[in-house]
């Protein structure tokens, strides 16, 4: 392709290490950390998360399906990669991509931790871990910082610190310590990241409600829900009149997939136009699709259906992602894919989806 793709979602695997030499010297005795399960390999435990990470999925990119397993990793075993950017630089160039967004992998858990001091503590300890490592392999790597979002007024000394530190973007728990993200509290908040053009971030699996354990049916069906929590998110977003109060605002819906938002955006017009009065909506300027075409961006995989559906969205706000090292991730063989699902697209396309939208979306010079 003319433009190499970007991934506006990729991960890293914390190693052992991350949190106990990155984090404050109170907690370093209950930081997170790796342990050897006898029944299940290596997992990582935090203090104050009764269930336990297992290393197997977050690095299980490339793997045979018929493999994939909660158990029996071992760290020295998993994608170099997921921490060494001197050999994540190989990986990219076996995917055929120019550059990747970063997202945590056992960080998503610590999204909602209970104890915020001790949330604030890792996520400070992740984001100056993770400003080493993108400096490891300069303009492939730009990482989203985690926010604990204890109340509007600490969220923008947050985005201001991850500024000055030189990140492009932030990531937001599904859930903030403060009311809910469409309160106008939060409207200083919204002001300010605007005016600092850093975009918020909304990864699945960082909401209470978004897990694999509770489930209806086959543990399979679990599966189905993940995307559920970044849907309520932005239905909260443009139903609370976030948009409507901040029209530049940038919202980033990361891996929840994209070829359910043409239906999704129809039954958040057909919800306004008929039943706004008895469920108590506001009255809004544009209609719900409007502000969903405008201000929230969606990263996917291989979802066939968003490039099939692309005409029933903005294709100016969906962004390509290789997932890797995680074990949804289309590495290493991202490019046979892409042939396939972009076929019927024109250049035009191609570049905004692969490559342009993210690039513009977060100000990078990647060729």
């Known amino acids: 392709m003319p433009k190499r793709p970007i991934s506006a979602d990729s991960h890293i695997t914390e190693p052992p290490n991350l949190y106990i030499d990155y984090i404050e010297a109170k907690y370093k005795d209950t930081a997170p950390h790796v342990v050897d399960d006898p029944d299940r390999g290596e997992v990582y435990v935090i203090e104050g998360i009764k269930n336990s990470i297992p290393m197997s999925l977050v690095a299980a990119a490339g793997k045979d399906p018929s493999t994939l397993s909660t158990r029996g990793a071992k760290f020295e075993e998993l994608h170099r990669g997921g921490w060494d950017p001197k050999a994540r630089a190989a990986d990219q160039d076996r995917d055929g991509v120019a550059a990747e967004i970063i997202y945590p992998s056992v960080g998503m858990v610590l999204c909602n931790h209970e104890d915020l ?144 938002a043409p239906h999704f955006m129809y039954r958040m017009d057909h919800a306004y136009k008929r039943h706004r009065y008895w469920l108590k909506c506001d009255e809004m300027a544009k209609l719900p699709s409007e502000y969903f075409r405008e201000n929230v961006y969606m990263t996917f995989q291989d979802d066939w259906t968003a490039f099939q559906l692309r005409d029933h969205m903005n294709v100016e706000r969906l962004m390509w992602a290789n997932d890797f090292p995680h074990s949804d991730a289309t590495w290493p063989h991202s490019q046979e894919m892409l042939a396939e699902h972009t076929a019927d697209m024109t250049q035009w396309e191609k570049d905004r989806i692969l490559h342009e939208n993210v690039s513009e979306l977060y100000g990078l010079s990647v060729q």
């Open 117 to 260: 001091d001790y949330k604030r503590a890792c996520f400070d300890a992740y984001n100056r871990w993770l400003k080493d490592f993108c400096e490891g392999l300069p303009n492939r790597l730009f990482g989203m910082p985690q926010l604990v979002m204890e109340t509007p007024e600490k969220g923008i000394e947050e985005v201001r610190k991850a500024k000055e530190m030189g990140f492009k973007g932030v990531m937001l728990p599904g859930e903030p310590g403060h009311e809910d993200y469409h309160h106008t509290d939060y409207d200083s908040f919204y002001e300010a990241v605007v005016e600092m053009e850093m975009p918020l971030s909304f990864h699945i699996l960082t909401s209470k409600k978004d897990n694999l354990r509770d489930y209806r049916g086959p543990k399979i069906n679990a599966f189905q829900t993940i995307i559920r929590g970044n849907q309520d998110i932005i239905g909260t977003f443009i139903f609370g009149g976030v948009f409507e109060r901040h029209p530049n605002l940038k919202l980033v819906c990361v891996e929840a997939d994209a070829g359910w």
